[in-house]
Nanobody, 126 residues
Framework: QQQLVESGGGLVQPGGSLRLSCAAS????????MGWFRQAPGKEREFVAA????????YYADSVKGRFTVSVDNARNTMYLQMNSLKPDDTAVYYC???????????????????WGQGTQVTVSS
């Protein structure tokens, strides 16, 4: 069973940056689309970003567009989410997820993903 492990979360001041990592147990990023989601306390899980299986397509939620960037290091089997200009509203648990085979470009819908990491907490506060 493939596993995803997120890391890199923490406490950062508004305007700061963090880079989250999502390590996969096998060759995932060259074969499957991937996504990032987040869930704030008391709120539903929301889409953050997705990357198609071949890396040609990457798209973002409007709330993070221009501030967050997805990248992949296939040699390390790791996907990253670079987060800049962080705001208090970005506070949440962040999850990476692997898309189902039927979603080669990923999706904004969480039910199009079948493997999830355990999440990493990001807190943006002064």
């Amino acid at each position: 069973q493939q596993q995803l492990v997120e890391s890199g979360g923490g406490l950062v001041q508004p305007g700061g940056s963090l880079r989250l990592s999502c390590a996969a147990s096998g060759r995932t990023f060259s074969s499957f689309a991937m996504g990032w989601f987040r869930q704030a306390p008391g709120k539903e899980r929301e889409f953050v970003a997705a990357r198609g299986w071949n890396g040609f397509i990457t798209y973002y939620a409007d709330s993070v567009k221009g501030r967050f960037t997805v990248s992949v290091d296939n040699a390390r089997n790791t996907m990253y989410l670079q987060m800049n200009s962080l705001k208090p509203d970005d506070t949440a648990v962040y999850y990476c997820a692997r898309a189902k085979l039927g979603s080669p470009n990923g999706s904004q819908r969480g039910d199009e993903y079948d493997i999830w990491g355990q999440g990493t907490q990001v807190t943006v506060s002064s």
